[in-house]
């Protein structure tokens, strides 16, 4: 750790010393995008701004991406939308070993900056690394490692970037699928938290969010300045790190829409013997209630409390809500006989309500949601018989 700071004192003070005495020439800045990885938070890659500086023999990684699990409640804060990081510097070798290791190619663009643009372009950098100001409040989709990485570059530039013209039609679930195709239990958990927001088609700004669309659009983007001339942004882009990606180790075996239709047979299969023994099983009730009241206490806090984009639209509240958790002490040890059973109604109203009415909720809902909702609704469903044909049986006898 102690050599490390040295070593970042150094590079620093190396910096703060060249800034009024740079060759022609002598420095260079590039655009830096990283292949996924396997975890979560590399599914889309990385984006980082590389510094050369060829009289001084200095070769290093401005990264926006710093962060660490260490930090006192991070998942909770990362949940609640307030998790902090930070703008940090690397080594450009370390940088390279590092993603070559996990199997992670890396493109580097060179950007085509003057001088002037250059020197700027540090200065902001090294201002940024101040340590007041090198935290910032982290923002999955509108500032992240990719964007403030962006933003620095277009703060540089003498004129304005021009970036190609797309078509509108891109959404952020679209890009998060195109990204999470391979992993579906990821998939499956962002498609439970993002709401409407996240369908809505979004332009070519805010498709930047991730790194390899930010790449594409710098490679064809200009700098035009008020005079009207213009430069390509990019002059040349290569892989400095070409690696073929590792082989990853086998998951879970079944598929998130495998486990759903399964769990809607075994709430099939248990309904069916509920309502042909006129009994209900409250081990499963509880087993049942117990996961989707949590799954809804995760929904309805990301709803009501998160500052997380695009959760507090998220009509999937429907479905997953903590009330199931509140009613687990009538339905399980309270009911009498199956009298008045007021929750069994209200789980089958919006569960019918949410099966029937979802292609009509501006909502893009995960395939895998339909046979969840519907093994709920069929326990809900066998309740309600089971109740009525024991209440029959009770007016014979009586």
């Known amino acids: 750790m102690k050599r490390m700071w040295i070593f970042l004192w150094g590079v620093l003070f190396g910096l703060f010393a060249s800034v009024n005495a740079q060759k022609p020439d002598s420095i260079r800045f590039s655009l830096l995008t990283c292949a996924p990885g396997e975890a979560i938070y590399e599914l889309f890659g990385h984006t980082a701004i590389r510094y050369q500086n060829f009289t001084r023999t200095t070769d290093i990684v401005f990264n926006y991406g710093m962060f660490s699990f260490d930090t006192p409640h991070f998942v909770y804060r990362f949940v609640k ?12 070798a370390g ?13 580097e663009q060179e950007l085509n900056l003057t001088t002037e643009e250059k020197i700027k372009l540090k200065n902001l950098l090294l201002d940024n690394f101040r340590p007041e100001n090198r935290v910032y409040r982290y923002n999955y989709f509108y500032n992240n490692c990719t964007t403030c990485a962006r933003d620095q570059i277009e703060r540089c530039v003498t004129g304005q970037i021009v970036y190609p013209h797309v078509e ?31 369908d809505r088609p979004i332009g070519i700004r805010l498709q930047m969010f991730a790194p390899f669309y930010l790449r594409k659009f710098v490679s064809e983007a200009y700098i035009e300045r008020e005079d009207g001339t213009r430069r390509p942004l990019v002059v040349k882009e290569v892989a400095v790190v070409d690696v073929e990606p590792q082989q990853t ?3 879970f075996p079944l598929s998130p829409m495998a486990c759903a239709v399964l769990f809607l047979l075994v709430n099939i299969g248990i309904a069916f013997l509920q309502v042909r023994r006129n009994k209900i099983y409250k081990a499963w009730d509880l087993l049942l209630y117990g996961a989707q009241g949590l799954a809804g206490c995760i929904i309805a806090f990301l709803f009501f409390f998160s500052s997380h984009p695009t959760v507090g639209s998220n009509w999937m509240i429907i479905l997953f809500n903590p009330l199931p958790l509140l009613f687990i002490p009538w339905t399980l040890f309270l ?3 199956c009298k008045k059973d007021y929750f069994s109604y209200l789980n089958v109203f919006y569960l019918t309500f949410f099966t029937i009415l979802s292609p009509l909720i501006p909502q893009e809902f995960n395939l895998t949601v339909l046979p969840l909702a519907l093994g709920l609704l069929v326990n809900g469903i066998s309740h309600l018989v089971v109740c009525r044909n024991v209440k029959e049986n009770d007016s014979k006898n009586a």
């Open 81 to 92: 939308g307030e998790n902090d990081y930070q703008l940090g510097i690397n080594s450009m």
């Open 95 to 107: 940088f390279k070993a590092s993603y070559a290791h996990r199997g992670s190619s890396v493109y």
């Open 168 to 198: 509108s039609d891109k959404t952020f679930r679209e890009i998060v699928h195109e990204f999470s195709i391979g992993s579906p239990w990821d998939q499956l958990g962002m498609d439970l938290c993002l709401g409407e927001e996240a």
């Open 249 to 251: 180790e086998p998951g």
């Open 335 to 337: 009911r009498r006989k």
